[in-house]
């Protein structure tokens, strides 16, 4: 557990937190009560003890509600989440980076993905891919490169 806040769609919950993204759900001590908020109810989780911040959508063949980390804050934040299967019927798995795109999730496994979202800016995030040599498997280096992409003027 570590302290935190729960923006869910009507309200802030302070107290200590513990999220389960496996069941999509948070548990929150607040004093001597215990809530369970499911991943539809929240719109975001703070994490302040470890400095990290959870969003949640829904996403997938059945649209089910999913606890995502936020990696990149801004036009299109940068999501992290592993595991999610590609079907109930094949143990495939999406990569583990995401794009929030309005209220679309999108996989993130390729440079085309990321110059069709951000494609104004193509030629500069060229750029900066070559500079830096990012690759897209690398928490990190995309870390950066969407900090990057999300703070072009």
Not at 113 to 123: A, G, H, K, N, T
Not at 128 to 149: E, G, P, V
Request: aromatic content about 12%; some cysteine.
């Amino acid at each position: 557990m570590g302290s935190g806040t729960i923006e869910t769609h009507t309200h802030t919950l302070s107290g200590e937190i513990r999220i389960d993204v496996d069941r999509n759900q948070v548990l929150i001590k607040e004093g001597l009560s215990y809530n369970l908020v499911h991943a539809s109810n929240i719109k975001r989780v703070n994490l302040i003890s470890k400095d990290k911040t959870y969003t949640c959508a829904s996403f997938g063949e059945n649209e089910d509600w999913m606890i995502f980390e936020i990696l990149s804050e801004g036009k299109i934040p940068l999501l992290y989440r592993e595991g999610i299967k590609m079907s109930r019927y094949d143990e495939t798995e999406f990569p583990p980076f995401y794009m929030l795109v309005g209220s679309s999730i999108y996989p993130l496994d390729s440079k085309r993905q990321l110059l069709v979202v951000f494609d104004q800016y193509e030629s500069r995030i060229k750029s900066f891919l070559k500079d830096h040599k990012t690759s897209f498997a690398d928490r990190k280096q995309l870390t950066s490169l969407f900090d990057f992409c999300n703070n072009i003027e």
